[in-house]
């Protein structure tokens, strides 16, 4: 069983910079699709950013191109996400995901197998 533990989050102003950290452990983890997700409360849970088990596909959502890097180590573990220029709207809880069909670069929650607990990032204004 693959789990995933995030780091990282907390409290910083408006502009700040954070950065968020997964790192997996379990079975084999070398061709794993891995992405971040947040939700914030009454909303769903949205894409973040996506980045294949070879680095070779990197997708970011709209509102965040820009401002948030997705990257990894070694086969994506640790997965990291740099945010940069954080605005209020980015308060959320950011969820770590992964997909073990390394074919697919995926936007939707549904596809990702694996979840981390999520880390709460909060942006005051």
């Known amino acids: 069983q693959v789990q995933l533990v995030e780091s990282g989050g907390g409290l910083v102003q408006a502009g700040g910079s954070l950065r968020l950290s997964c790192v997996a452990s379990g079975p084999t983890f070398t061709t794993y699709t891995m992405a971040w997700f947040r939700q914030s409360p009454g909303k769903e849970r949205e894409f973040v950013a996506v980045?294949?088990?070879?680095?070779?596909?990197?997708d970011y959502a709209a509102s965040v191109k820009g401002r948030f890097i997705i990257s990894g180590d070694n086969a994506n573990n640790p997965l990291f996400l740099q945010m940069n220029s954080l605005k209020p709207e980015d308060t959320a809880v950011y969820y770590c995901a992964a997909d073990p069909r390394a074919w697919r670069v995926s936007h939707s929650a549904d596809d990702y197998q694996y979840w981390g607990h999520g880390t709460q990032v909060t942006v005051s204004s």
């Open positions: 980045l294949s088990w070879n680095g070779g596909a990197i």
